[in-house]
């Protein structure tokens, strides 16, 4: 699918008239529409542009003593595609590697790919697991994402001070790994 920033930049201008404002006579929304379609597509929506399997494939690391890895409080940002708000907080990373790991700022880079979509955060933590299992195949691996969702505090219910906390699990079945995992990530910490 190709990017039109023209027509993006047409979309909010014509978005910002209907809500009664012009940016053609109010000079606090001129350039409006430009730089909002910039944003969507040079940093919003960039992580559509990443091949998420590509990028874990090029760090993959062999281990011979694989030990668990756990990345904490990785800084995150999405965009809910609900409302076109904001949601930030941060994305925690855990795994029990067989037999490769990857670069720890590959994690990070992973994260910030699936985030740089119009997604849910469920979904970012699923594919996050999903590609972590795919490319590494490690023992278990797990995913938390806590975040405060704009669409809560400054509408609606107007909830701040809320996060939303999720974990995606992906491993060997037992019915310990779920508990296991919890405590590993710290839920409801």
Known sequence: ????????????????????????????????????ADAYVDELCAGYGVDTRALLASSRIPV??????????????????????P???????????????????????????????LTLQETIGEAIVTDLESVLAPQWVACRLVLSHACMVVRGERAVGARVET?????????????????????GA
Do not use: Q, W, Y
């Open 1 to 36: 699918m190709s990017i039109d920033r023209t027509a993006a930049a047409r979309a909010i201008d014509a978005f910002l008239r209907a809500l009664g404002r012009d940016p053609e006579t109010e000079p606090d929304l001129a350039g409006t529409g430009a730089r909002v």
């Open 64 to 85: 011979t003593l694989p030990g668990l890895v756990i990345v904490r409080d990785i800084p995150l940002s999405t965009m809910c595609p609900h409302h076109l708000l």
């Open 87 to 117: 949601a930030t907080g941060t994305v925690t990373m855990a795994m029990l590697p067989s037999t490769h790991v990857v670069g720890l700022g590959t994690l990070a880079a992973l994260a910030n790919a699936h985030a740089r979509r």
């Open 167 to 187: 974990v995606a699990v992906r491993g060997a079945a037992g019915t310990d790994l779920l508990s296991h995992v919890h405590k590993v990530l710290g839920v």
